[in-house]
T-cell receptor, first 116, second 112 residues
Framework: GAVVSQHPSWVICKSGTSVKIECRSL??????MFWYRQFPKQSLMLMAT?????????EQGVEKDKFLINHASLTLSTLTVTSAHPEDSSFYIC????????????FGPGTRLTVT | QKEVEQDPGPLSVPEGAIVSLNCTYS??????FMWYRQYSRKGPELLMY????GNKEDGRFTAQVDKSSKYISLFIRDSQPSDSATYLC????????????FGPGTSLSVIP
């Protein structure tokens, strides 16, 4: 149980285009989903927290107009990187939590984004 | 002072050794403590989840929490090359929508 999937697993896009990453909880209802980015050999950096049906809460320094997050259902959240630039190239990981089950977060496999 | 501190390593041990990984924290409100394992280019995988102080064992893994010292540990017995990964500690105050704070991770290599 507690499986989280992400799609795509990797994507290459050109500078200036937008990319959408999907995060799905497959066997539980994710009342809260989190989006992280991770640079090589560094830890997870929380970008934003989203609760189903409400606007995402962004961490300080994360541009909400650049990283659009939608959490329209209890099993799906999307992150859209708008007008991507090479410095947005990173490993993006989502996680999901069912608040009825405490603080455990279950992570997706990650999406590697490369902007050329 | 960071909320959660963890020695980044790298830590290199021979196969079969007992590994000790540790984190310290500053927020006394933390009650839920987790250990994640992350292989290169993969998402973190939840290994252990404990509440408050005490020990929890699962196979070769033992998690210890000492809230009085604000110190948590993960022990790996009979370490295997497949245990080579980055280990992240994480903790939360535990209310439904509390943020989980992650340590920076310790890189572990188990040498055959």
């Amino acid at each position: 149980g507690a499986v989280v999937s992400q799609h795509p697993s990797w994507v290459i896009c050109k500078s200036g285009t937008s990319v959408k990453i999907e995060c799905r909880s497959l066997d539980f209802q994710a009342t809260t989903m989190f989006w992280y980015r991770q640079f090589p050999k560094q830890s997870l950096m929380l970008m934003a927290t989203s609760n189903e049906g409400s606007k995402a809460t962004y961490e300080q320094g994360v541009e909400k107009d650049k990283f659009l997050i939608n959490h329209a259902s209890l099993t799906l959240s999307t992150l859209t990187v708008t007008s991507a630039h090479p410095e947005d190239s990173s490993f993006y990981i989502c996680s999901a939590r069912d608040h009825n089950k405490g603080s455990e977060q279950y992570f997706g496999p990650g999406t590697r984004l490369t902007v050329t | 002072q960071k909320e959660v501190e963890q020695d980044p390593g790298p830590l290199s041990v021979p196969e079969g050794a007992i590994v000790s990984l540790n984190c310290t924290y500053s927020n006394s409100a933390f009650q839920y403590f987790m250990w994640y394992r992350q292989y290169s280019r993969k998402g973190p995988e939840l290994l252990m989840y404990t509440y408050s102080s005490g020990n929890k064992e699962d196979g070769r893994f033992t998690a210890q929490v000492d809230k009085s010292s604000k110190y948590i540990s993960l022990f790996i017995r009979d370490s295997q090359p497949s245990d080579s990964a980055t280990y992240l500690c994480a903790m939360s105050a535990g209310t439904s929508y509390d943020k989980v704070i992650f340590g920076p991770g310790t890189s572990l290599s188990v040498i055959p």
